[in-house]
Structure formats: C-alpha cells, structure tokens
C-alpha cells in the first residue's frame, strides 16, 4: 500500500510537471481519467507496461530514474505477509496492516481496549470470543495468531515507535476475568518499557478530555513524499483520512492527550497499583 503510495505520488508529479491532464494521460494508456487518479492516490494495482508508457508520455527516458520507478512497481506488486490470512482478514483491514508495518510511527489513542498492537494473547482471544457464534474456534485461534504476528513490529525491534494513550476504563474492564486481565496488565507493563513504546493513561479523575471523538491512530512515514495517515475503524469498515486539515484536527486531539495524560512513569505506577489490588 505505501509503494502504491509513493508510486502514484511521483508519477502525479511527472504529469504536472510536464502539464499533462489526467485525461491524456488516461489516453496514452487506454485507461479513464478516473483510474488515472486512483493510480495517482494508490488506490489501484500497477501494472508495469501501463507505468512504462506514462514515464515515456512525461519524458522519462532509459535511466535509472526510470529503472528506479519500474522497479517499485514490482515491489508495489509482491503480496505483504498477512495475505496468507485472507480468510480471516477484512480487505479495509488489509490496507492498515501495509501502512502498519511501513510506518515511522504509529500515534493510537484507545477508548474501550488496550490496543491491538498492545494485547496478550488470551486477552485478544477473549475480544474475539465476544463474537461467538459467528466465529468458531479455529478462527478465533487464526486471528489470535495474526495479532501476535503483527507484535513482532515492537518486540523485534525492527518496526515503527509505538506511542498509545489508553482510557483507564480500558484497564478497569474485565475482559475474559481476572487471571487475563492480570496478565494483559503484566504484558502492558512489560512492552511499556521497550524502547519502541511509550504508553501514557488517560485517568478518570481528569474528567471530559479532548478525545470526545472516540478511538484513532495516525501513522507518520519515513519517506517524506507520503502525508500522515488518521485511521479511524468501524464495525464493518475503516476510514483512511490523508488531506492536511483532517490529520492536523486529529494531530492537535492527540498532542492534548499526551499532555494531559499520566507521564508514562505515573502510568507504570498506575499499572503496578491496579495489579496489587487485584
């Protein structure tokens, strides 16, 4: 998803800079002028000959810019690792998971759970056993695994920093009772002290707060072509907000959130202290 990204990014750049409108470039590819923006936004699958004719039409001749582009085009194209999870992936959650393990890092704030990067294993299988019977065993054993494969961002160090502010009420619920809710708490504990995260907590006692608005994360790209990302999940569906005045309303949400929240010290006082007293 980030290569389609950054692909169409560039290959928008390579039409205005030659003055080209969308609809002759849809031409020169026998495509519409509509697919043209969806391959401009990332939307869409490339297909290498189509990209190789644009470069052509804006003037990119052989050169390894042109190599270069081509080439991401056939990265843009390989299937990432949770495609073998089909079966139990939505395909809006799909795109998450692409933009999930190509970020920088990965702002969440957490209203009802501890977040999915966040969770122990029985504490996830609890989640999903909320879903019975619609979800049978096997499922729930699938999507359990596909959680924790997705915590290897954190744990293996070879991912994005993790920053989450969670709602206290996330930490008071019993989901799946007490002995997991004790080792949830323990494993919070655990993963808040690796370098990669940074956990804050949102107290009770602070009363109304600026995240009114309910749960959402913002991923921040390395590659300073791609715009931040605000990712905000539904029931049956996800919305993937980029334009500049969305993510900086969402941007300016959670910069009061950490203010206003537990340091990540006081929040593993809080941890340890809800732990004593179950």
Known sequence: MVRRILLGSQLRRLREGCAITREDAGYAIRASES??????????????????DLLSLYGLAAGPDRE?????????????????????????????????????????????????????????????????PALDEAEIARRVTLRTRRQKLLTEGLGPKLWAVIDEAALRRPVGGPEVMRA???????????????????????????????AFSVLRFPEQDLPDVVYLEQLTSALYLDKRDDVDEYLQVMERLCVDSLTPQQTLDLLQTILKSQ
């Not at 919070?188 to 309910?214: N, Y």
């Open 35 to 52: 697919k043209i923006s969806r391959m401009e936004l990332g939307r869409v699958s490339f297909k290498e000959r189509d990209v190789a």
């Open 68 to 132: 270069a582009l081509l080439a991401l085009v056939r990265e843009a194209n390989k299937s990432g690792w949770w495609h073998s999870y089909n079966d139990v992936l939505p395909n809006w959650f799909q795109t998450y998971i692409g933009l999930e393990e190509a970020a920088a890092l990965i702002r969440t704030y957490e209203v009802q759970f501890i977040p999915g990067l966040l969770q122990g294993e029985e504490y996830a299988r609890a989640i999903f056993a909320q879903n019975r």
């Open 184 to 214: 949830q708490l323990e494993h919070l504990v655990e993963l808040a002290q690796l370098p990669s995260v940074v956990v804050q907590v949102m107290p009770f006692r602070f009363g109304a707060h600026a995240g009114e608005s309910g």
